[in-house]
C-alpha cells in the first residue's frame, strides 16, 4: 500500500470507529432516556392504581347513616402513653363501612351513670371496609386543681367499655381531613394524642402507595408515650423517598436512643420545619395541645404561608372570656331572658349560667350537637366551626351574640 492508500485507510477507520463511538452513545442515551421513560410510566402506573384503589375503596363502601349506629368493640388495645384504641365493627354486620376522609371523627353518644354524654374521637386508621378504630387518651385532672374528677367519658371507655360492648355511632365527620388522591405537598405533625388524626392521614397515603411529598413529625415526651413505635418501622422500610419522618423527644428516657428511637431532642415547631423543610410551600396539618396548634399556627403565617394552607384541629377548645356589647338573649322554649354585657365565654356557658339545658358535646364546634335555631337576630364566631351549621341555625359552644338575639331553646 502507498502512503496515500495508508492515508484513506486510516481516515475510513477513524471514520468507522467515530460512528460507531456515536451509535454506542445514541444507544445509551436511547436506553437512559428509554429507563427513565419506563420509569415515568411505572410511576404513572403506580399513582393511577393508588387513585383507582382509593375510588375503588370509596364506591365499594356503603353511605354514611343518619343518627346513630350501633357498633360492637371487637378489639380494645392498650397503646403507649395511657391511651387505649378500640376497633369498631357494625352490629347489625352490614359491610363495607362508609369510607372517610383521613383526619375525620366519630361522634360517640354514651350513656353514663344515667347521664347522655357526647364526644368526639378521631378515626386513628386509614379507611377500612370492615372495622374503624378510635384511640383514646385518659383525660387526668388539670394538674392545677387535682382534685377535680377526671375525664367522664375517658374514664369511662378505659374503665368500663370492654371487647364485646355496644356503642351508639354517629358517621365519620369533619373538615380537617385529607383526599388520599390528591398530590400537592404536604406536613402532617401530631403531639400527644393529637397524633390520632395525622396517623389516619399517614396510614391512608401509605396504603395507597401515594408518591405526594409527605412531611411527618410526631412530638411526644420520650418512648414510653410513643405509640407508633413499630408502625415507623414499617413506613421506613417502605424506602418511600417522598416520606419524611420525624419523630421528636422533648425529655427522652434513659433508653431511648438518639437516631434509633427518636430524630430530634426538641418540640415540633416551626423551627424545626425551617431547618427541614426545603421551603414553606406545603399544606400544613397539625393536630395536638391548644399551645403547640397556636405556636406553628402564628409561626406559619410569619414564615409567609398562605391562611388557607394552615390546617389544624383543637380536641378541646380554649375557652377565652371576650368583651360582648350589650344585649338581651330570649330563650323562647324556656321563657328565659338575659341581659348579656361585660365579658363571656360563649352561648352554651351564657345559657347554662341562666339554667337552659342545651345538649351538647365536643364544645368545641366540631360535632354539631348543641346546634339550635336562631329565631332572630345574628350570632358571631371566633373563627368558622368546622361543623356545617345548617342555614338559620347557630352552634352556642362557640359563638356570642351579636346583637339581641332570640333562641329556640
Ligand atoms: C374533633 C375532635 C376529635 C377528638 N379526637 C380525640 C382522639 O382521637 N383521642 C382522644 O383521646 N381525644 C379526642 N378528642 C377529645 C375528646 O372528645 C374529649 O374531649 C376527651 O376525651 C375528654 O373528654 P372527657 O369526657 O374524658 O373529659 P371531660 O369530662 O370533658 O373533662 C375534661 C377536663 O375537665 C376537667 N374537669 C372535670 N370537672 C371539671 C370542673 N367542674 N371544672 C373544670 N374542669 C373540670 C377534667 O378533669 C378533665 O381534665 C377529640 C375532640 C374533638 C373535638
Redesign the pocket.
Known sequence: MNPLEITAWAILAAGALGLAFIAFRQLATFRRDGDIFRGEIALLGEQLASIRATRSLSEKSSAPWNGVRKFQVTRKVPEKGDIYSYYLSPHDGKLPLPSFLPGQ?LTFQLQINGKSVT????L?DSPHPDYYR????R????RDQPD????????HFHDVIAEGDILDVRAPN?GFSIDPSEGSPIVLSGSG?GL?PVLSMMNALVAAKSRRKTWFFYGVRNGSENMIADTVKQWRELNQPNFHIHICYSNPGPDDILGKDYDHRSRVGVDLFKQLLPSNNYDFYTCGPGPMMQAIRDGLIDWGVPEKHVHD?A??AVKKSVDVAAASVEFKKSGKLLQVSGTATNLLDLASEEGVDIPSG?C?G?CGTCQIALLSGKVKYDSKPEFAIEAGCCLPCVCLPDGDLVLDA
Open positions: 371523627f364526644r368526639c374521637y378521631s386513628s378510635v384511640s383514646i387518651k383525660c387526668l385532672a388539670p377535680l374528677p377526671p375525664g367522664l367519658a375517658s374514664s369533619g394524642v390520632t384541629e380536641f378541646i365536643c368545641a366540631s
